[in-house]
């Protein structure tokens, strides 16, 4: 499909948030004009993207799926990557939405013109203009490899989790993975079997506890198909377990000792090794990084073939890394599994503002947003994913879906009072910050004793929802036209009155 033109409201990215708000506004709206622009040859997002050996989710599926396309077909409670990929691709064809995506389509610039109230947009199709967009981008899309010294001399085969080489072969092999995130706990036992010898730097020691995942038999899965009912029951059950973890990680922290001794547990009963034991054990607040869940992680850094490195990784040879106490590991592969790039998402260097300034600029490393949605000094742009809507308990679809609804409300509030544009007053963000950053005070997300990549380069948290989801579902359920400053058809930009209705300024 072409780029078109014109456009009334533009999404960026086909991964989960692009394809929840191209669904909803369409839902609303069937005639809508709406197009989506994806930067790859196929939707998916993360779930098209990170192909690792064993990449799973981990939250259950269940509830790590859109509401109003709900699937009986997953076979496991914890859904694997090609079937989140194809769940993606079927919600599109479901949905009837594929006529709505220009893939292959590579957002490049979007400046916001005062003059004619609209983005306009470059992309590697051409230029479009549009009224409204939506940046649906992800906050793990860029993966993030330091800067190690030597890395460039290597002779070997260097890769990142979410860019897999799987034309490399690690058969017999000496691998060095580097850190022990949420992607390494779920390869490095898949992969342990066929590499020689596996070298794992750890750089901070992760919390685990076990993924009680199951198949999902022919007999429940014909059951959730013929009686959705049952399917939605789940759902909720697994929806109210999951936030029962904001009373302990966000209300109550004096109940963490009690996780602490669960996960410590499951550690001894996993490793034998009493060194290897003390070096797999934190020494910060559980959750305060994301929990994992993993049967086999733990255990297979018990293995004799696998050695786990915590002095740090200090440069790289043309034939191996060194670790900062000075030894040489020589190694075949590097896999980095080092994350992401939340805090500073190169989307914000794209988007420019009504000053002219990039939404980089504006957040000068620690992002913001209202309602964790819309940015001042950014009209008509939605964020999807945006600053302080990351979950350490439940599921992210749960809250782009809500995000949705409320782009879709102020679609709405546009059209019913020929509104061109809307833009967030700065006070009404500040305040709404205000409140995120008092409700995470206390918080494990910051008080946990560990550095995570949910605070920024500032030191400020800008990453975690900072409680309970259903409050984010409540607080996006409308739009609040009041936070807002109006901009009329009118060439010049209006203000509210005090009954918020359109004054020409
Ligand atoms: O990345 P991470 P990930 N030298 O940032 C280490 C989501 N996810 O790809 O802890 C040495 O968690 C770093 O060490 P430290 C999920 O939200 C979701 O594993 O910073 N090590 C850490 O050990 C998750 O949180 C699913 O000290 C370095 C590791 O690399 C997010 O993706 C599944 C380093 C990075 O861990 C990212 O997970 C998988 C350096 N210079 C992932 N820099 C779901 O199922 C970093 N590290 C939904």
Redesign the pocket.
Known sequence: MKLQERVDVLVVGAGFAGLAAVAKILADDPRADVVVIERASDVGGTWRD?TYPG?????PTSL?SFSFAPSPEWSHT?ARQPELFAYLRSVVERLHLKDRIVTNCELQSAIWDESTKRWTVQTTNGATSARVLIAATGA?STP?I?D?PGIDTFEGTVFH??TWDHEHDLTDERVAV?????????FVPEIVDRAQRLTV????P?WVIPRLDRTIGRLERALYERIPATHRAVRAVIYGYREAYVTVLADNPWMLPAVKAFAKLNLRRQVKNPATRAALTPDYAPGC??LLLSNDWLPTLDRPDVDLVTS??ASVTENGVVDASGRHHQVDTII?????TPTEPPVSHLLRGNDGRTLAQHWGGSPQAHRGTTVAGFPNLFLMYGPNT?LGHSS?VYMLESQANYLVSALNAMKRRGIAAVEVVESAQRQHNSWVDAELEGTVWNAGG????YLDANGRNSTMWPTYTFRFRSMTREFDLANYRIVSDAPDSDTLDSDNEVVSA
């Open positions: 990170n990449c799973a989710c981990d939250v790590y914890f793990l993030k330091p190690v989790s979410a580097i850190g022990t995130g949420a992607s390494a706990v779920q730097f750890q750089r901070t992760a990084k994301r740090g990784l980095f599994a080092t994350g992401f990351n992210i560990c550095s995570s990549w």
